[in-house]
């Protein structure tokens, strides 16, 4: 689902109004850091790690994401209980409301962690803050106002033979028949479909998608709005996506990661169009889509963590939620929590591209948040490949800049790619490049 705006007080977010110090810039730089890991150990459930982060830093004990969740609200929900005794034994607000003005008592109660429930309660939980649990069914107005040509009616979809491709916290994405054509389906949790903010969010993801029309990008069909459980249906690609390909395939050749780039490319810079840029936020290989077996097409999907943005002019940047989309594959100024604009699906774009020539994911050998964290840092990964001639490396490295306003855009992308592939032919000699 789409990626929420954020508070700039939460996540040490620099006001471009403002003038900090450099020791100011490096203190909220480090709480952002520390903020994001307590949070992260307390969702591996690595008490431990969380025990030593509040050892060296009491405070982080009432750190909050964007969504204003404190680690004994992530904690309350997973139902890890040393976790959450650590948490309390640090002076953790077991009372503490998010953005939903919910009590970590009321996410386990939703989630029904009977132990969490029991725990908390001993140390005066509260059931609900001000509205109640976001768990609990609540009426609320329809997801779309308006019946629509797109509106799908579900006895006209067949699961009979269904497949199950993904699954996500919020829902899950089958593999269906609808009036006979293969789609892709993705389906609402039940026990969802009346948080105002999944509604909110699949109410977002189809408004957008009812606009978009390219060769390059997931094709919609339609949507079941009025009835429960929600669904977004979408064509149905036969080759699965990059990332299973890659896993399968290893690394590719430079013409066939060239080809499959420009396709990348083609489908970004259309999204990317102004003045009404749709920023994806969670370009990776899994959200971009072969058409066939063959893999010789592809087109970019889902697009739950999408931004429309209406541009004024072509320097703005945006203030928009930090650690949006998958780790591996996030520009710096996203982990950062920083301002940022289009360009960090530039980002995203290298790393894919990288991915094609080498095989592997980049930085393979880091957990996904250790390596967004060393790329914020300034790090990027080695090439090894026999699949860079000196443009396609400068090219990488062109898009991977950590400076947002150096990276080219998908337009110039093209441009380049083209030439790349003019440049290609099958006798040509790619050499090692090492960083």
């Not at 003038?19 to 903020?35: H, N, Y």
């Not at 097409?297 to 697009?303: A, N």
């Not at 301002?339 to 290298?350: E, G, N, R, T």
């Not at 337009?411 to 790349?420: C, G, M, P, S, Y």
């Amino acid at each position: 689902m789409s990626g929420k705006e954020e508070n700039s007080e939460d996540t040490g977010t620099v006001s471009s109004s403002s003038s900090p110090s450099p020791a100011e810039k490096q203190k909220a730089k480090a709480r952002v850091s520390r903020t994001s890991l307590i949070l992260w150990h307390v969702h591996q459930n690595d008490a431990a790690a969380v025990r030593k982060l509040l050892e060296e830093d009491r405070s982080l004990v009432h750190a909050r994401d964007y969504d204003s969740r404190t680690p004994l609200h992530v904690a309350a929900l997973l139902g890890w209980i040393d976790v959450a005794k650590c948490l309390l034994e640090y002076g953790a607000d077991v009372n503490a409301v998010d953005r939903w003005n919910n009590t970590p008592l009321a996410d386990a109660e939703g989630a029904k962690k009977y132990s969490m429930i029991e725990l908390l309660k001993s140390y005066g939980g509260l059931s609900s803050g001000q509205s109640g649990s976001h768990f609990e069914p609540k009426p609320v107005p329809p997801p779309l106002p308006n019946k629509c040509d797109w509106e799908i009616e579900p006895s006209e979809l067949d699961f009979s033979n269904a497949i199950t491709i993904g699954k996500g916290s919020f829902g899950e994405i089958i593999k269906a028949s609808w009036r006979g054509t293969p789609v892709a389906v993705k389906r609402i949790l039940p026990s969802l479909s009346d948080d105002r903010l999944v509604i909110q969010d699949f109410r977002h993801e189809v408004n957008l998608l009812v606009k978009l029309r390219h060769p390059n990008i997931v094709q919609f069909l339609g949507a079941v709005t009025d009835k429960k459980p929600l669904m977004l249906i979408t064509e149905y690609l036969r080759g699965g996506d990059l990332h299973q390909y890659l896993k399968e395939k290893g690394s590719l050749s430079p013409s066939t990661a060239v080809n499959l780039a420009l396709d990348i490319a083609k489908g970004m810079a259309y999204l990317h169009n102004e003045p009404n840029v749709i920023i994806h936020r969670d370009l990776k290989p899994r959200n971009v889509l072969l058409v066939n077996s063959s893999a010789d097409h592809l087109k970019v999907g889902d697009f739950g963590l999408s931004k429309l943005i209406k541009v004024k002019n072509s320097y703005d940047v945006y203030k928009m939620t930090g650690e949006t989309g998958s780790y591996r594959y996030m520009a710096p100024e996203v982990f950062k929590h920083r301002k940022y604009d289009k360009k960090v699906d530039v980002f995203s774009f290298a790393m894919i591209l990288y991915e094609m020539l080498e095989g592997d994911p980049p930085f393979s050998n880091y957990e996904p948040y250790e390596a967004a964290n060393y790329v914020a840092e300034g790090h990027r990964p080695i090439f090894r490949a026999k699949g860079y001639s000196s443009e396609l490396k400068v090219l990488t490295e062109n898009c991977w800049a950590a400076d947002m306003n150096q990276r080219p855009s998908f337009l110039d992308i093209l441009k380049r790619l083209e030439k790349i592939k003019e440049n290609l032919s099958s006798d040509h000699h790619w050499h090692i490049f090492n960083a």
